[in-house]
């Protein structure tokens, strides 16, 4: 998985630019939409307690029978992985329910109180605040070379000079390839650079959009989605 990200080549020493943790985030909560095992594990872990609380299957009546201890939840050592599990998750499940006036339990995190695993997972997982750069990288319209290039752009997963320094690599400052005047650094090389503006100015000329007045390539693609959005 790592070499499909951040590519891979024997001769040279790869980067991992984000933490796994990181890519289990969403989409547009700045991660790749990954799951995590051990989050995918307890949501199903969630499913197993939700069935043996509220089905009448064969397997339900089975660990009923087998475990009849009532509301003690505890575990044993002699128990199975499974009821260990289940009795390992009981607190947050039952926290995450209520009942009905007619006393049926209900899933409180899911539509019309009925259980689904994308609930149960969304529950476990850490969450994040959705951006709006987050949000419109990902628009259904551009390929997706673009939407993982901008992913990069715009959470400095570039192998440009100062995002080199997170991996404590010590580099004497380079200068732009196009101009030579300036330090290597993002906003330089795509948005300030003399070459850069040249074409931000050639393409907003195209489409109608005047050129703002900002001070870096995040900035200067908010306004960019805005205008195209009102288009």
């Known amino acids: 998985m790592a070499s499909f990200l951040w590519g891979s080549n024997s001769n040279k020493k790869n980067f991992h630019w984000a933490k796994w943790s990181r890519l289990c985030y969403p989409i547009d909560e700045g991660g790749l939409g990954f799951r995590a095992l051990a989050d995918v594990e307890k949501a199903y872990t969630l499913k197993l307690w939700w069935r043996w609380k509220n089905n009448k299957s064969a397997w339900c009546e089975f660990v009923k029978a087998r475990y009849p201890r009532g509301e003690d939840m505890r575990s044993r050592i002699t128990d199975s992985n499974v009821w260990r599990r289940i009795c390992g998750i009981h607190d947050m499940a039952a926290s995450l329910c209520s009942y009905t006036s007619s006393g049926t339990m209900q899933w409180d995190p899911g539509i019309h109180g009925l259980f689904s695993l994308a609930s149960a997972y969304n529950e476990i997982r850490d969450t994040k605040f959705v951006t709006f750069t987050d949000k419109h990288i990902w628009h259904k319209n551009q390929t997706m070379q673009v939407k993982f290039f901008l992913w990069k752009l715009l959470n400095s997963f570039l192998p440009i000079s100062e995002n080199m320094q997170r991996f404590q690599i010590t ?61």
């Open 171 to 231: 580099l004497q400052p380079s200068r732009c390839p196009l101009c030579r005047s300036n330090c290597e650094t993002t906003d330089h090389i795509f948005f300030n650079c003399s070459y850069s503006k040249k074409i931000w100015q050639y393409f907003m000329a195209v489409f109608g959009i005047n050129m703002p007045m900002v001070a870096s390539i995040r900035q200067i693609m908010i306004l960019w989605w805005i205008e195209a959005g009102s288009k």
